[in-house]
């Protein structure tokens, strides 16, 4: 951009990367969240023929994540093309009309979007269910993950809604890292959906120093409705996400009736069951008549 360019979007990218208060703080001081926030906003300004865009939806907020997908999404409506690279098929989904899906540097797929999503998650599902524990990524070991039934210990597939289970969890931490937690992640999985998720973080474990730790987690399935799902591990620092394993541990939620329910939950539809009671009121319509 030119300098009279500069001048006139400098106070619209400020005002949408949020670093207002860290103007006068050199950019080396950042953090990855910031960093990625500030070169999203200045590429979306400088309204490029092509944009390309690397998993910025792993950092910033609930919100900044809204605001990326929307200006790609006008961006693409412009006319103008965005490659948006993700593992996040939800986004991938919403946003993309063409996908290209790479396995090992090589190109698996190039079509539709709906087909590339199905194809993305059977090469995870095919990894996750080739992958023998011990997994090593750099810095971390995952020794064990293991959905088990709470009543007598063992590995489940399938669950029933309602039925409790417990969420085993094994891992080595290599190397020190800063204010190290562990994000793991409910994902339906045909579209890779976030259902829901846990944090050591919001449990009163702290953060994860050098060593062997065990997390053992109590899961209840109420109103998580009939589908296949599956996990996916993320090891989280003050710099950002440092490694990610996906497909973990599926299972299924069967479809159960309720007592007094008319009809099976495999009706229902989304992810999670909402218990309402609805009532109804009737009148007849009055019609008006009015003079010509």
Not at 74 to 95: D, E, I, K, P, Q
Not at 267 to 288: D, F, I, N, R, Y
């Amino acid at each position: 951009m030119r300098r009279r360019e500069i001048e006139k979007k400098f106070d619209a990218i400020v005002d949408y990367s949020g670093v207002e208060k860290f103007l006068d703080t050199p950019v080396k001081r950042y953090s990855s969240g910031m960093r990625v926030r500030l070169a999203f906003a200045v590429a979306a300004f400088l309204e490029p023929e092509i944009l390309i865009v690397d998993e910025v939806l792993a950092v910033g907020d609930v919100e900044f994540q809204k605001k990326c997908l929307g200006t790609m999404s006008n961006v693409a409506a412009s006319g103008r093309t965005v490659l948006f690279v993700s593992h996040n098929m939800a986004a991938v989904s919403a946003l993309c009309s063409r996908a290209i899906v790479l396995s090992d540097g090589q190109v698996t797929f190039d079509g539709d979007t709906a087909s590339g999503v199905s194809h993305y998650n059977s090469l995870a599902d095919d990894d996750s269910e080739g992958t023998d524990l011990p997994l090593k990524i750099p810095g971390y070991t995952l020794r064990e993950f293991a959905l088990t039934s709470e009543k007598h210990g063992n590995t489940v597939r399938r669950l029933n809604m309602g039925q409790n289970s417990r969420l085993k969890v094994a891992v080595d931490v290599l190397k020190q890292s800063r204010d190290l937690h562990l994000l793991i992640m409910l994902t339906r999985k045909s579209d890779r959906l976030r259902v829901s998720s846990i944090t050591t973080r919001e449990i009163p474990c702290g953060a994860l120093s050098d060593g062997h730790h065990k997390l053992d987690c109590a899961i209840n399935s109420e109103c998580l409705l009939p589908g296949d799902y599956n996990w996916t591990l993320q090891f989280v620092d003050a710099s950002g996400i440092r490694g990610e394993i996906n497909g973990l541990s599926p299972f299924s939620v069967e479809e159960r009736i309720l007592t007094g329910a008319s009809h099976p939950f495999k009706q229902a539809h989304g992810v999670c069951l909402v218990c309402a009671s609805l009532e109804k009121q009737s009148e007849p319509l009055t019609h008006e008549r009015s003079a010509a």
